[in-house]
């Protein structure tokens, strides 16, 4: 199979050079699939993609990653962090109201069997909760960043210590501020002492969230050929007879705006989302693991155009985030700067709250556990790119710096707080250092194919 490192997807024209070292880190990058038939039965919680509540908890300690020891003589002394927001209420209003309006007609057409009419009175329970609150966090979501923080508090007490400053950020989305604020109320409860600074402004909106001015990456992604290409891997991987026939007696209510596939995809969507809210209603008894499985490989797919060194994406979409690991690389200069490299002085925490949509390619830009991955044949993708893996709600990127007397300083990765792999040269797995890191990741950026458009 082949495969693409982030850097070697920069380097297709046969004009770029890289100085980059090639990876010598663990013997094999790992790669993370979308899970087999087989998986999904034994851990349904692997089909809900993107949805997937953030699957390290406290009340359940054997979710928490073990994290290896640091070299000898080695302090945590910096964290530079970016998050996705909490568990939050689907965005799309049409998610929520066309199969309640669908199943509303098929009923006065008689035409819903008793599970359908017993989803359909769900459904508008659902609805009318939802109402208003599209998009907004939910107390699930705010949780898990409160959780975030104390274990981040508790795993690197070094960095949070006396008056340490963190400075916070989050784009002005709603979500992602109150996530904000949740993490650092928890962290201020831990250390009242700490100097916290939460900002959501306009102004740091070109590295915090995507810009696209002239609509440059839409385009890409949004091609007519793209849509086609998942319109045509939805056909082949979506089976909505069974869900559909258990809900509707004639399948002539259906129109060409709305098909047996939309109501397919809204159930399947619905079930999947609703372990993110505080709704006591579950659809879990109506679509099955194979449903779930059958969405999680469509939305997959739609994420690696989006987000990966893809033919879809031209292999440049991952670039967008030019801007985030220009501002990751200046603000640990400038941390390290301050604290010096001995690791005696804290330099705090800089936090960003933003979403999957930054996070995703970030992780894809970097190759981070393998995201950097180039896979030419689309109904593959699912054997190498997992979304689950890198973007579940609340899913994080922590980089964790050392720093030791005499010594070079080191950094190491937490994804989602699972010690995670670089493509950059290391004999200290799962630390690597920061010199060579910053190299390479600015030698990214100077052979970027699209470089003078972040100039």
């Known amino acids: 199979m082949k495969r693409l490192f982030a850097a070697a997807a920069l380097v297709l024209a046969a004009s770029l050079s890289l100085k980059a070292q090639p990876y010598t880190g663990p013997q094999t990058s790992p790669v993370y699939s979308v899970p087999d038939w087989e998986q999904v039965q034994d851990n349904p919680s692997m089909v809900l993609s993107d949805y997937q509540p953030y699957p390290v908890q406290d009340q359940n300690p054997a979710s928490i990653p ?49 599970l359908g009419e017993d989803v359909l009175s769900r459904l508008e329970k659902v609805e009318e909760a939802a109402r208003g609150r599209y998009g907004e966090l939910t107390r699930l979501g705010a949780e898990q960043h409160r959780q975030i923080a104390g274990r981040m508090f508790r795993n690197f007490p070094q960095v949070f210590k006396g008056d340490a400053r963190v400075d916070a950020k989050s784009t002005v989305i709603i979500r992602c501020i109150l996530s904000m604020e949740s993490f650092c109320m928890r962290l201020k409860e831990l250390n009242p002492k700490l100097r916290i600074t939460n900002d959501a402004s306009e102004h740091d909106m070109y590295y915090m969230n995507n810009q696209d001015p002239d609509k440059f990456f839409h385009k890409i992604t949004s091609d007519p050929k793209n849509s086609e290409i998942l319109r045509e891997y939805r056909k082949k991987v979506f089976t909505p007879d069974r869900l559909v026939k258990s809900l509707v007696k004639d399948e002539s209510c259906f129109t060409d705006k709305y098909t047996a596939s939309s109501l397919f995809y809204d159930i399947t969507e619905l079930a999947i989302s609703l372990p993110n809210t505080d709704l006591d209603v579950s659809l879990m008894d109506v679509v099955t693991l194979q449903d779930m499985h059958q969405l999680n490989l469509y939305r997959n797919l739609g994420s690696y155009r989006y987000a990966g060194f893809c033919d879809m994406g031209q292999k440049v979409t991952p670039f967008r985030q030019t801007y985030l690991l220009k501002n990751i690389i200046q603000t640990a200069d400038k941390a390290i700067a301050e604290a010096g490299t001995d690791g005696k002085k804290s330099a705090g925490a800089t936090l960003r709250f933003g979403h999957d949509s930054n996070l995703m390619p970030l992780c894809s830009l970097m190759d981070i556990d393998g995201a950097g991955v180039y896979e030419p044949n689309n109904d593959n993708v699912a054997n190498v790119w997992n979304i689950e893996h890198y973007i579940p709600k609340a899913g994080n990127l922590q980089f964790v710096f050392y720093g030791k007397k005499g ?31 910053r190299e390479f990741y600015l030698n990214i950026l100077d052979n970027s194919p699209i470089k003078e458009r972040f100039e």
């Open 66 to 114: 073990h994290l290896t020891k640091a070299p000898k003589g080695y302090r945590p002394f910096y964290i530079s962090h970016y998050g996705r927001h909490g568990s939050r209420w689907l965005i799309s209003t049409s998610t929520y109201k066309d199969p309640v309006a669908f199943l509303k007609k098929a009923k006065q057409a008689g035409a819903l069997t008793p």
């Open 407 to 437: 010594s070079p300083v080191l950094v190491k990765v937490l994804l989602n707080e699972h010690e995670a792999t670089l493509p950059v040269e290391t004999d200290k797995f799962p630390y690597y250092e920061w010199n060579k890191v």
